[in-house]
């Protein structure tokens, strides 16, 4: 399935054998201290800097009715994002991945994150839309 929009991957979720549980990473990007001007000048265009997780938290699908839903829960925390990366834990037959048990994965995604393994990922941006980074 493509996965061009946030409703896009809530369909592909609910439509899964087995059940699902969202993982998701509110990122920002800033840019390094030591970046040098060249860089300093095409982050102000828009482009390159570093992706900070701000904040993370896992859903099921059922939980989401939409990307503008996630987005407002998101806004109560205060922190700025950018873009939000999604992933998906699947459970066992008939049993759903709970939030305990998505606790390390989702430690793990903010690390990957961290270090810049995004590729096993979905971005989104503020929007809802999924984007290509690199």
Known sequence: MNISTFDDLL?????????QRLLFVFAGVELPDDASPVQRAAFEQGQG???VPRMCVDKSPDEL???DQL?????????????VFAAA?????????????AD???QKMVEAIRQGQIGAYIP???EGRAVRLG
């Not at 369909?11 to 059940?19: F, M």
């Not at 987005?71 to 873009?83: K, S, V």
């Not at 834990?89 to 048990?101: N, Q, R, V, Y």
């Open 49 to 51: 800097g570093a992706l």
């Open 71 to 83: 987005r407002q829960e998101a806004a109560g925390f205060g922190q700025p994002w950018g873009m």
């Open 124 to 126: 989104f941006d503020g």
């Open 89 to 101: 834990l699947a459970g066992a037959p008939g049993k759903p991945p709970t939030s305990a048990d």
């Open 65 to 67: 009715a939409s990307f």
């Open 11 to 19: 369909a592909a979720a609910r439509a899964q054998p087995q059940p």
């Open 104 to 106: 390390a994965p989702l």
